[in-house]
């Protein structure tokens, strides 16, 4: 049981969602150009340029409380969920309509893309919405958790003061991309019932017509 007001937590570093925000990008821009709303460049400069000036706005630790950086995080998470969202709904409807693909490691790639981004993306939907994102975690965490990790429900595993962070969250993205459950984190909240539900239709439908059409290839 936590109580209600915990000792502040050492804020985690920005460098780490940076670097896999900005890797989602160099990924999105590597799809095929029939894969991707045009112009191709649009959606990845506009969350690059987010992306850098949340950066410049809070280089190191994410522990400042601004409703702009705020608006700027999640707006650059929304334009990576756009792009994302296009090429996996252009390449199942291209593997339904039986698109002529004589490649399967072409394929494999690119579904294997379009599921590593969407595995970065709702990790940091997760991150930036669990508690009211990572600054609020760290100086008022009591106020609300919409994601029980197991040492929120065990004492001698919750240090003073732990907070999850992106690692956290990434592996919580990654176990119910691929096994379709969120593994031992519980979602509290009905946004993060909905917004799992919601990945695991995605990873599934991606991996199973993906994997699918490449054996009928080989």
């Given at each position: ?24 990008l160099a ?13 191709r ?15 410049i ?17 999640i707006?650059?998470?929304a ?8 090429s ?33 993306v ?20 009591a ?27 990434l ?23 909905l917004?799992?539900?919601l ?7 991606t ?9 009928n290839?080989?």
């Amino acid at each position: 049981m936590i109580e209600q007001r915990e000792p502040a937590g050492v804020a985690e570093r920005r460098w780490v969602a940076a670097t896999a925000a900005l890797g989602a990008l160099a990924l999105q821009l590597s799809l095929p150009a029939h894969l991707v709303l045009p112009p191709r460049w649009l959606l990845p400069a506009t969350g690059l340029a987010l992306l850098v000036g949340v950066v410049i706005a809070n280089p190191d630790r994410c522990d400042r409380r601004s409703m702009g950086l705020r608006r700027a995080s999640i707006a650059l998470v929304a334009v990576m969920s756009i792009a994302n969202a296009a090429s996996a709904a252009r390449l199942i409807d291209g593997l339904l309509s039986r698109m002529e693909i004589a490649d399967a490691r072409f394929l494999l790639r690119v579904g294997a893309t379009i599921w590593v981004i969407n595995v970065v993306v709702f990790a940091l939907w997760y991150w930036e919405l669990d508690g009211g994102g990572p600054a609020r975690r760290v100086h008022d965490y009591a106020v609300r958790i919409d994601l029980m990790f197991p040492q929120h429900g065990n004492a001698e595993f919750m240090p003073p003061g732990w907070r999850p962070q992106f690692v956290d969250y990434l592996y919580v993205s990654f176990t119910n991309a691929i096994s379709l459950s969120p593994g031992e984190t519980s979602p509290l909240a009905r946004w993060t019932k909905l917004t799992m539900m919601l990945q695991s239709a995605v990873s599934l439908g991606t991996l199973a017509l993906v994997v699918a059409r490449a054996v009928n290839v080989l």
